[in-house]
C-alpha cells in the first residue's frame, strides 16, 4: 500500500532548479528519518541526502552545496530542493523513510513510486 508520494519532478536546462516533495499520505513516519535516493539510467541507485527526525541534514558530496533537504512534519512533508542542476543529475528520484542510526548510517524501509528529473544541456 502507497505510503510515501513523490512529486515535483519534470524537465529544466541546466543550471535550473526544481523542488521535489514527498508527502506521507498515511502520516506515520513524523518520527522517522527520511531520505532521497536518485537511479540514473544504467546505474546503481544512490544515496542523496538525508534528513533526521530531529532535522539534521546529510548530502552526497555530489550535491553538497546545490541540494537542500527539508521536512515538514506538521505537513507530514520532505522536500529536496535542487539547484545549480547539471545534467548528471537527470535521474529518477524516491523518497524513502528509514532508519538513522547513532553513527550517522541510514537505512531505507519504506519507498515511494519514484519521479523523474531530467537536466538538459
Known amino acids: 500500500q502507497v505510503q510515501l508520494v513523490e512529486s515535483g519532478g519534470g524537465s529544466v536546462q541546466a543550471g535550473g532548479s526544481l523542488r521535489l516533495s514527498c508527502a506521507d499520505i498515511?502520516?506515520?513516519?513524523?518520527?522517522?528519518?527520511m531520505g532521497w535516493y536518485r537511479q540514473a539510467p544504467g546505474k546503481q541507485r544512490e544515496l542523496v541526502a538525508t534528513?533526521?527526525?530531529?532535522?539534521?541534514?546529510n548530502y552526497a558530496d555530489s550535491v553538497k552545496g546545490r541540494f537542500t533537504i527539508s521536512r515538514d512534519n506538521g505537513q507530514n512533508t520532505v522536500y529536496l530542493l535542487m539547484n545549480s542542476l547539471k545534467p548528471e543529475d537527470t535521474a529518477v528520484y524516491y523518497c524513502?523513510?528509514?532508519?538513522?542510526?547513532?553513527?550517522?548510517?541510514?537505512?531505507?524501509?519504506?519507498w515511494g513510486q519514484g519521479t523523474q528529473v531530467t537536466v538538459s544541456s
Open positions: 534528513i533526521s527526525s530531529g532535522g539534521s541534514a
Open positions: 498515511r502520516r506515520i513516519f513524523s518520527n522517522a528519518a
Open positions: 524513502n523513510a528509514g532508519v538513522m542510526y547513532s553513527s550517522g548510517n541510514y537505512y531505507p524501509v519504506d
